[in-house]
């Protein structure tokens, strides 16, 4: 059983709707990311929380909004996206942001835009 | 500009036998590289990792080598099980403020009988 878990696992959605995707760790991490997947590509970094204060924005788009209301929550809110915005959405924890331990992974929300 | 690669998205062994998985990096300033594994449907899991100060490290059936002046890193699963049939993807970490993972593409490995 992971320590990250995410809902939904899956989400399809219009290009005008307004989405919520959550995201909760039970591993006493302080550091809280967010991953996109499309199709053969690699994971990519979108956003990095540490101890609730965003420390890195990796060019995204402003549809995308995130939100770390304490170190075990983290929110990605979705408005008018694209179809290209379909993807495999990713969140992770780790213990310490400064530190070489490894990301802990949920298993993702599915996307798809309509 | 992919800064990790892994060249092969494929690779498939015979159970039992040694299964070598191979990653390439671009960025000398790497202070990690991790190996996760991935089943359909779940999120990538961690594996084993190695410092950039390290060439070897070892865990069971699980070793990673890291070669700096080629800038080169495998891994090494002996003996494969079909259990070990996933697609794995080699990652690359930087430490700071934030560590930041930068994966390659994912090679999948299919274990046969």
């Known amino acids: 059983e992971t320590g990250v878990t995410q809902t939904p696992r899956h989400l399809v959605m219009g290009m005008t709707n307004k989405k919520s995707l959550k995201c909760e760790q039970h591993?006493?991490?302080?550091?809280m990311y967010w991953y996109k997947q499309s199709a053969k590509k690699p994971l990519e970094l979108m956003f990095v929380?540490?101890?609730?204060?965003?420390?890195e924005n990796n060019s995204v788009p402003s549809r995308f909004s995130p939100e770390c209301p304490n170190s075990s929550h983290l929110f990605l809110h979705l408005h008018t996206l694209q179809p290209e915005d379909s993807a495999l959405y990713l969140c992770?924890?780790?213990?310490?942001?400064?530190?070489?331990?490894?990301?802990?992974f949920g298993d993702g929300t599915r996307l798809s835009i309509l | 500009d992919q800064q990790v690669k892994q060249n092969s998205p494929s690779l498939s062994v015979q159970e039992g036998r040694i299964s070598i998985l191979n990653c390439d990096y671009t960025?000398?300033?790497?202070?990690?590289f991790l190996w996760y594994k991935k089943y359909p449907a779940e999120g990538p899991t961690f594996l084993i990792s190695i410092s950039s100060i390290k060439d070897k490290n070892e865990d069971g059936r699980f070793t990673v080598f890291l070669n700096k002046s080629a800038k080169h890193l495998s891994l090494h699963i002996v003996p494969s099980q079909p259990g070990d049939s996933a697609v794995y993807f080699c990652?690359?970490?930087?430490?700071?403020?934030?560590?930041?993972?930068?994966f390659g593409t994912g090679t999948r490995l299919q274990v046969t009988l």
């Open positions: 591993l006493g991490h302080n550091a």
């Open positions: 990652a690359a970490l930087t430490i700071g403020t934030a560590s930041k993972l930068t």
């Open positions: 992770a924890s780790s213990q310490d942001p400064r530190g070489g331990q490894p990301q802990h």
């Open positions: 929380y540490n101890f609730k204060e965003q420390t």
């Open positions: 960025n000398s300033m790497f202070d990690y």
